[in-house]
């Protein structure tokens, strides 16, 4: 990789990186919801940095070329931000259920307790 790759490449990830951190502070997004998009980029952005590394860990893992570990990388990555979703997903499936339910108990006693709102 050249350098003027790295460059580009650091330029565009610090400022995803902030974009992203833009967007929590605003209170866009939440952090709970973002903290693996932060962590993906700064993995990449150490890759990036020291692309000497992705070697290392290429044969940490026994891959043999780093373009795979790159691969491997991207879909270790995507199968985490999946998982974060879906995870926030239940929460919030299980939160809207619990909502319907309370306010399903609220319109029966009033109905029985004949008031009105």
Known sequence: MTVKVQIIMVVVLIAA???????????????????????????????????????????????YSPVNMVFFLGFVLSVAIIFSLTVALSRLTARVRMLAQMIALEEDAKKETGTKE
């Open 17 to 63: 990186l902030a974009l992203l951190l833009n967007m929590v502070r605003k209170r866009t997004l939440e952090l709970k919801y973002i903290l693996v998009w932060i962590m993906s980029g700064i993995i990449l952005l150490l890759f990036v940095i020291f692309p000497q590394l992705m070697d290392h860990v290429a044969r940490f893992f026994g891959i």
